[in-house]
T-cell receptor, first 106, second 112 residues
Framework: KNEVEQSPQNLTAQEGEFITINCSYS?????LHWLQQHPGGGIVSLFM???GKKKHGRLIATINIQEKHSSLHITASHPRDSAVYIC????????FGTGTSLTVIP | SQTIHQWPATLVQPVGSPLSLECTVE??????LYWYRQAAGRGLQLLFY??????ISSEVPQNLSASRPQDRQFILSSKKLLLSDSGFYLC???????????FGPGTRLTVL
């Protein structure tokens, strides 16, 4: 049983589209993280949140603690957004989703 | 500012050979350190974590080991590599439990 489930697994979008990636989890958490893994393998942290909503540029992350659900939105998607997006949560240790592979086509 | 280094970037090793991957962090003290493995098409698997010098916790039984000889140095080792050890190895650090994780550039290991 995976404590973190992401959907969709793969996503292809046209440039400019609004994108939503979902993350559901089964454990009570202290914090949830959204990570971005570039094609070369490097991983960067996009957001850490424990409630509400955070925005950074064209990226928006929301979390609903009661429903154990988080979403990552990308507005006006661009080919450079193509990457794997990973949901991670912390409850005494880090748990990771298997990632959503996003391809944005020009 | 803090930076995290990992080397080598890529490694091709024969089955049965030893392994040593090194990770160092700069610009912080007492970091929590992590080793992860990512097999092709799979999620991140926690291998080891450390909250201090000489303190290592293992999450998965395997033929790998880890050591933390200095506060900001974390080493992943094996005496004899298996084919199944192939993968992408990532080192990461956090300033504390549940805090933002910072990842190194990773080492892509191929065992032949």
């Amino acid at each position: 049983k995976n404590e973190v489930e992401q959907s969709p697994q793969n996503l292809t979008a046209q440039e400019g589209e609004f994108i939503t990636i979902n993350c559901s989890y089964s454990v009570g958490i202290s914090a949830l993280h959204w990570l971005q893994q570039h094609p070369g393998g490097g991983i960067v942290s996009l957001f850490m949140l424990s409630s509400g909503k955070k925005k950074h540029g064209r990226l928006i992350a929301t979390i609903n603690i009661q429903e154990k659900h988080s979403s990552l939105h990308i507005t006006a998607s661009h080919p450079r957004d193509s990457a794997v997006y990973i949901c991670s949560l912390y409850k005494y240790q880090f748990y990771f989703g298997t990632g959503t592979s996003l391809t944005v086509i020009p | 500012s803090q930076t995290i280094h990992q080397w080598p970037a890529t490694l091709v090793q024969p089955v049965g050979s030893p392994l040593s991957l090194e990770c160092t962090v700069e610009g912080t003290s007492n970091p929590n350190l992590y080793w992860y493995r990512q097999a092709a098409g799979r999620g991140l698997q926690l291998l080891f974590y450390s909250v201090g010098i000489g303190q290592i916790s293992s999450e998965v039984p395997q033929n790998l080991s880890a050591s933390r000889p200095q506060d900001r140095q974390f080493i992943l080792s094996s005496k004899k590599l298996l084919l199944s050890d192939s993968g992408f190895y990532l080192c990461a650090w956090t300033p504390g439990p549940g805090r933002e994780q910072f990842f190194g550039p990773g080492t892509r290991l191929t065992v032949l």
